[in-house]
């Protein structure tokens, strides 16, 4: 059974920076594709960065050049490295994993809240 955790969340003004963490199970890690979504009150549920088993990447484009994704094989570890956050990016941030790497995410952590004030 996969389980996914995500930390780092936090609250900082416009312009600052956070590092989110998504710790997974070995197993599920090194088989799947994982992503990252973020999701705000009223908001629709949206993908905004993908990371493939190729190690390619997908961003959406709200936050292209400023989030990067990384994993880390020996530790199971999914990252979003976030630099000049803006008030609209504050939302919940959840990982996800996708065991058949076809775009169907299987697993959702429980979310980790950013909140940036202008």
């Known amino acids: 059974e996969a389980r996914l955790m995500e930390s780092g969340g936090g609250s900082v003004q416009s312009g600052g920076s956070l590092r989110l963490s998504c710790a997974a199970a070995g197993y599920w890690f090194k088989s799947s594709c994982m992503a990252w979504f973020r999701q705000a009150p009223g908001n629709e549920r949206e993908e905004i960065a993908r990371i493939n088993r190729d190690d390619s990447t997908h961003y959406a484009e709200s936050v292209k050049g400023r989030f990067t994704i990384s994993q880390d094989s020996t530790k199971s570890t999914l990252y979003l490295q976030m630099y000049a956050l803006k008030p609209e990016d504050t939302a919940m941030y959840l990982c996800?994993?996708?065991?058949?790497?076809?775009?169907?995410?299987?697993?959702w952590g429980q979310g980790t809240q950013v909140t940036v004030s202008s």
């Open positions: 996800a994993l996708d065991v058949f790497c076809n775009n169907q995410y299987n697993w």
